[in-house]
């Protein structure tokens, strides 16, 4: 199966006398902090009859954008369509490449496919998961478009050298900022994930670090032109209505969706700063556990400040480990188990074991712990405990 960020969503109610657990994700738990906020804005949306873009929409697209720092935003039915929105106004199609991590979410490189284009994918850095920028070059060709770095798990990309390199070969850059929404390099930076491109995208998937009650995403760009291009994309390239000059198609967001997106935004800060708390209590109960020596590797920090959509340790035994916690409830998931370049789908293109030998062996070692804002200090310990149990019992 296929896993995506944050899709493994165990339940928190455990049977008579079994403990508890840690769910690897709880959607409600927060929801008591704005819930009422959400439901006068659904009420209202309701009685409006605008049930789609609208002011709401635009409300939230300004918000989002002086949010990331960039000139535009543009509310999408997803992040996924935001990808092939943003590929679609820069042209790219047949015969075109893009060079895209092998190491991501399925839709970063099925969305290049789908446009009729090839991906290729690029070996990863072993220590903070994102696309090897010294390996880039060796993987442009002439029919090179765009490189699509993506910022895996909250933590920024080299978007420095990504952008000289493409500036240099004349390259186009497309952030796949989906799982790192507010992430920047410095606490002064105006500029956060999705915002160095020339486009970047963004996703509100319910598990994201923002999420909608539904699906949602956002295109972000600082270009004029190419805004307004993607702007006529999502709506059937048409202006105005029935006077289509563009083939586009419907990536258009729900009211609703901006609108709850919208009530949540003013909490995001605190969510993520709570994150990084989470992450730093993880790093210190497993640095004082006395684990073997390599045993577990806890996820660097090095690229600006990580936003930490998940807390992603190389472990040995993985699976092993995976199944000793699951049978405690604890919800740890494998992001990702197939690099890009070993996907049945992507067979055809002649992707092969020992192509991208630093993406195959992390993903046999990847393990992703519980990571939420509402997570307490007794979770942590019952998570941490129990990795601590799994060594100690192996020797
Ligand atoms: C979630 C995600 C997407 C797709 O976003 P959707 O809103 O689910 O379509 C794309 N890329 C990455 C890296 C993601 O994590």
């Known amino acids: 199966m296929a896993v995506k960020a944050g899709a493994t969503i165990a339940t928190a109610s455990a049977g008579r006398g079994e403990p ?23 009420a209202a949306i309701c009685d409006s009859g605008q049930y789609i ?19 535009h935003a543009l509310g999408i039915s997803s992040g996924t369509d935001a990808l092939l929105l943003a590929m679609m106004a820069l042209e790219i ?28 994918f690029c070996d990863i850095e072993e220590d903070t998961f994102n696309i090897d920028v010294s390996q880039i070059e060796r993987h442009i060709t002439p029919r090179t478009r765009a490189i699509m770095p993506v910022h895996l ?25 989906a799982q790192a929404i507010g992430a920047r390099f410095t606490p002064a930076d105006r500029r956060r994930a ?4 020339d486009f970047g995208c963004l996703s509100f998937y319910p598990t ?22 993607a702007r006529l994309l999502r709506t059937h390239g048409e202006s105005p209505k029935y ?29 993520t700063e709570r994150r990084r708390q989470v992450a730093e209590r993880y790093r ?71 192509d991208c030998p630093v993406a195959e062996r992390i993903a046999g070692e990847v393990m992703a712990l519980p990571i939420y804002p509402e997570l307490t200090e007794a979770q942590l310990r019952i998570v941490v405990d129990a990795i601590v149990q799994f060594y100690r019992a192996r020797g």
């Open 243 to 271: 006077f289509h000059h563009l083939i586009g198609g419907n990536f258009r967001i729900d009211a609703l969706q901006a609108a709850i997106l919208h009530v949540k935004m003013p909490h995001l800060e605190a969510w």
């Open 53 to 71: 873009l609208g002011e709401r929409v635009a409300r939230f697209e300004s918000a989002m954008a002086e949010y990331c720092g960039t000139r």
């Open 284 to 354: 210190a109960l497993l640095a004082e556990a006395g684990l073997p020596p390599g045993a577990v590797r806890v996820p660097v920090e090095r690229s600006g400040l990580h936003v930490y959509h998940q807390f992603v340790l190389r472990v040995q035994r993985r699976d092993e480990l995976i199944k000793h916690m699951a049978e405690r409830r604890i919800g740890c998931g494998v992001y990702y188990p197939v690099p890009l370049h070993m996907q049945k789908c992507f067979a055809h293109l002649g992707g092969k074991k020992g």
């Open 153 to 177: 798990y909250g933590q920024l990309a080299d978007m420095a050298d990504i952008k000289a390199l493409a500036a240099r070969r004349g390259l186009r850059t497309i952030e796949d900022a």
């Open 20 to 42: 508890a657990g840690v769910p690897a994700l709880n959607l409600t738990v927060g929801l008591h902090a704005y819930r009422e906020a959400l439901l006068q804005e659904i």
């Open 93 to 120: 199609g047949t015969g075109d490449e893009v060079i895209v991590p092998t190491f991501t979410f399925f839709a970063s490189g099925g969305c290049v496919a789908r446009l009729g284009a090839k991906p290729v």
């Open 208 to 229: 994201k670090n923002l999420g909608a009650i539904g699906d949602a995403g956002m295109l972000l760009t600082d270009d004029d032109a190419l805004f307004e291009r």
């Open 194 to 197: 999705g915002a160095f491109g």
